[in-house]
C-alpha cells in the first residue's frame, strides 16, 4: 500500500509540473484550490475512521468474549434452554459490526464522487473566468484541454491516494 501511494504521488508531481510548464498560473490556482478541498476532506473524515476503528476493535472483542462465553457455557445454555438469550445477543453485535462496516465502506467510496463533482465545478468556475476575462480562443482552447486532461488523469490517482491513507491509518 505504502509503495503504491509513494507511486501516485510520484505520478502527481509529475502531472503538476508539466502543468505548471503549459500555464502556471491556472495550473497552480486549479491545484491549490483541489489540494485545500483534499485537506479539509481527510481532516473531516480521518476522525470518522479512527472512531470506528476503536468501535471495530470493540466489538470483534465483545463478539469474540461471547463466542468464547457460550462454548464454555454451553452444557448449562442447553440444560436451561438459553439458547435464544445468546443467539439474540450474537445477532445484534454481528449487525452493529455489518453497521459498521457499512459505514467504513461508504466512507471509502466518497472520494472519487466528491472529487469528480469537485473537478467538475472546478473546471465550469475557471471556464466561466477565463470566458470572462476575454482570454483568446487560441490561448483558451490548449489551456481548458490540458486541465481536463490533467484531472482526468488525476482523479483516479487521488481516490486511490485517500483509500490507501485510509487503509494505512
Partial sequence: IFL???????????IFISALLISPKISLAFFVFGGFFILIYLKIIRTKLINSGYLRIKLDDLIYNHVSNTFE?????KVYNKQNIFFSKFNSLNNKI????????SIQIIPSLLF???AISLLLILLLVLIKIQLEIEILAPTISMIVLTT???LPSISRIIVNIQNIS
Fill in 73 to 77: 457455557n454451553l452444557r448449562d445454555i
Fill in 98 to 105: 455489518f453497521k459498521n462496516n457499512l459505514l467504513m465502506q
Fill in 116 to 118: 469528480e463533482f469537485l
Fill in 4 to 14: 503504491c501511494t509513494l507511486w501516485l504521488s510520484y505520478v502527481l508531481f509529475l
Fill in 152 to 154: 482526468i488523469r488525476i
